[in-house]
Structures are given as C-alpha cells and as structure tokens.
C-alpha cells in the first residue's frame, strides 16, 4: 500500500477518534487524552447539548462535531504524518466559505464559489508548519459537494479539501490562517494522528495555534 492509500486510510481512522478522543487543552498541546471513562463522559455531554439547525450565534458547546450536526461556522481539520508525508484534511459547511448552503442562483454567487476554490486551491498558505521540519507542498484535492449544482437541492451542504506536503521531519505544530480568510468560520475541531500519538485540539480566531 502506498504513501497516499496509507493516508486514505489515516484520515479515516483520525476521523473516528474525533468520536472518542476528548481534545487537548489549548495551553497545554503537549497533554494527550486516552482514558475511555472520560471519554464517555464528554460524548454524554455532547449528547445532552443538541444544536439547531438555524442558530447564528456561533455561541456553541461542542456538541455533536463530526456525528453530522448542522453547525454554522465551525468545521473539522485533520493532521495526518505517515512517514515524510503530511496531509491536512478540512471538513466545512460552505455557508463559512461562501455564505450560503444552496446551488448559486446567480452569476456573481457562481463567481463567489469558483473565486472561493481557487484559493482553496492555493491554500498551502494558510498553514504555517514548523520551519524545522522542512515541508514542501505537494498537491491539493479539492471536493465541493456533490449536489452543488442542483438547483433544488436544499439543507446541509459540506466541502472537503486536503493539501499535503513532503517533509524532511516531524510535524509538531501548526498554525491556521483560514480564519482570518473566512470571517464566518469560528471554529476548526483539530485531530491529529502520526507516528508519535495522536490528540486533538480546539482552534478559534483568537487562538489559531496548536503545539504537541
């Protein structure tokens, strides 16, 4: 199996942790979580704080990130390191790209939405990855949602983008500017898997960093 195929499977297998790993403490990256009884205990809490469908708030609890809740402006990144390689795998409803979580119904929301993937496109930039580590960019897959040129399409519209690089050592920081890009994205649900462990934290405008 290959570099890429052992990505695939990586990002899989981050995702299902995000469903059983409590998150790291923002001041303390370095503090991994494995113990099975707290974590039981954050999914009954996650369970208890269902979110609506329309609340624009932005004021959430974690509830429901990564079991399919509709939640505005919050989304799901994911670092992968499976040897040189490092992938980072986003998660986003598109109403926190282009505002909006419907086919286009015009000419300049259609511009909206191809002017929204091209810097998608370039989005190596809005990762910042330790500079001792050495990592050049690869590629980048962009997945707009399947339905989004259906014009009677309605509810929960979600776009997944993975950019990679190549890198002469290990990832143990990362820094993420794609808030200050899309203003209506409040929140990014980071989980992280390599070699070394795995963990996870909670990045915010305010605080866009994590260390491990």
Known sequence: ???????????????ALSACHPHDEHDDHGHDHNHPAETAAVQSDHDHHAHSEHDH??????AGEGHGA???????LTLIQDGNQVMVNLTL????????????ENTQEEALIKDTLTHL??????????E??????????????ANLNDPTASGHMELEAQWFWQ?????NAITVALFKHFPELHRLTLQRLS???????????SSPDARW
Do not use: K, Y
């Not at 052992?6 to 990002?11: C, E, P, R, Y």
């Not at 708030?57 to 974690?62: L, V």
């Not at 580590?133 to 980048?140: G, K, N, R, S």
């Not at 070699?195 to 405008?205: C, Y």
């Open 93 to 104: 409803p598109t109403d926190s790209l282009w505002g909006f979580e419907r086919a286009p």
């Open 121 to 130: 496109n370039a989005g190596h930039r809005f990762f910042t990855l330790p």
């Open 132 to 145: 001792n580590a050495d990592c050049q960019p690869t590629e980048v897959t962009i997945t707009p949602p």
């Open 195 to 205: 070699e070394s462990g795995s963990g996870g934290a909670e990045l915010t405008p």
């Open 70 to 76: 509709h939640v505005h402006g919050e989304g799901n």
């Open 57 to 62: 708030n932005h004021n959430h609890d974690h």
């Open 1 to 15: 199996m290959n570099a890429l195929n052992l990505t695939a499977v990586a990002v899989t297998a981050a995702l």
């Open 167 to 171: 890198c002469e050592g290990p990832v």
